[in-house]
């Protein structure tokens, strides 16, 4: 079983919905939650940041984390074409102040909005 | 500016060659990460460097070998290439190695063994 679990998709909306992506993960040491994004041949690039269990909201991005279930979610209101992307978790835990960087992905959902 | 590029973006090559992956960011970072993205997009660390100081080294053959001549650079060689090494290969940067701190990526590396 892999540390960190995400629906490949492909996901395909219409313009204007509302997208829902989640994670579940399995090792509780998890306590820093990202969303990246990755639009087609590019690298993937750093959409949201939640630290511990809540909510952050950016915009029409939402992004919440339930630690008890161990599961994280995206939501996209109002989505448009240009959110067709793969959207990738990522996660980490922390130890001594630093844990060098070492992020655990999932394996990413890919998104269609189309017109 | 490209903040974190690599070179080449395409590596088309045979099994059993040696072959090398640039990678360059123009940030002030000091903390560089290579990852390998398999067919299913899944994305995967194999190294990181802090101030050209190896950090994580996980579970990657020791074909693999980053170097990292200064702070700007991390470079990748493989040698004896296999058939499985195929994958994209992304450099990422960031300021200090902390988790907090967030990673750059740059466009990756489609390398195909044939």
């Known amino acids: 079983q892999k540390e960190v679990e995400q629906d490949p998709g492909p996901l395909s909306v219409p313009e204007g919905a509302i997208v829902s992506l989640n994670c579940t993960y399995s090792?509780?040491?998890?306590?820093?939650f990202m969303w990246y994004r990755q639009y087609s041949r590019k690298g993937p690039e750093l959409l949201m940041y939640t630290y511990s269990s809540g909510n952050k909201e950016d915009g029409r991005f939402t992004a919440q984390v339930d630690k008890s279930s161990k599961y994280i979610s995206l939501f996209i209101r109002d989505s448009q074409p240009s959110d067709s992307a793969t959207y990738l978790c990522a996660m980490a835990g922390e130890a001594g102040g630093t844990s060098y960087g070492k992020l655990t992905f999932g394996q990413g959902t890919i998104l269609t909005v189309h017109p | 500016d490209t903040a974190v590029s690599q070179t080449p973006k395409y590596l088309v090559t045979q099994m059993g060659n040696d072959k090398s992956i640039k990678c360059e960011q123009n940030l002030g970072h000091d903390t560089m990460y290579w990852y390998k993205q398999d067919s299913k997009k899944f994305l995967k660390i194999m190294f990181s460097y802090n101030n050209k100081e190896l950090i994580i080294n996980e579970t990657v053959p020791n074909r693999f070998s980053p170097k990292s001549p200064d702070k700007a650079h991390l470079n990748l060689h493989i040698n004896s290439l296999e058939l499985g090494d195929s994958a994209v290969y992304f450099c990422a940067s960031s300021q200090g190695g902390s988790v907090r701190r967030t990673q750059y990526f740059g466009p990756g590396t489609r390398l195909t063994v044939l």
């Open positions: 090792n509780s040491a998890f306590q820093y």
